[in-house]
């Protein structure tokens, strides 16, 4: 059996989201407002934002990969975000970055988006 806390040999490091900031659902729902425009499902639910990580003084982190590394819209996504998540209120700064580890599979999709794409 696996210690949740430490990640499997060989594992990417993805530091775990701050759930309880009274702030991350907001920025889910900020998040959930950002569309791929070649898939018609929000970045989050198709699994698109690895970490939302809130300081103690709401300032906001966000690890996000693309569908692919080729993503005609790789440059502004990030902005699409930042765009998203600083009009909430209390929120101090935004930051995202992009990664490619892991990379991104159909298997990251929530239900909601699996369905929404017909693969249920």
């Not at 907001?26 to 569309?35: G, K, L, N, P, T």
């Not at 906001?60 to 080729?70: E, F, H, N, R, Y």
């Not at 993503?71 to 992009?98: H, R, Y």
């Amino acid at each position: 059996m696996t210690n949740a806390s430490q990640p499997l040999e060989g594992a990417p490091l993805i530091a775990p989201s701050t759930v309880s900031h009274p702030l991350y659902e907001s920025v889910v729902e900020a998040c959930r407002s950002v569309y791929d425009p070649e898939i018609p499902v929000n970045i989050y639910e198709l699994g698109l934002i690895y970490t939302i990580d809130i300081s103690d003084e709401s300032d906001i982190k966000v690890i996000m990969t693309l569908t692919a590394p080729g993503c005609p819209v790789a440059g502004e996504m990030p902005g699409w975000i930042v765009d998203a998540i600083e009009p909430i209120g209390g929120v101090k700064s935004v930051d995202v970055e992009l990664t490619f580890e892991p990379p991104w599979g159909m298997e990251m999709m929530s239900d909601e988006a699996r369905l929404e794409l017909g693969f249920m």
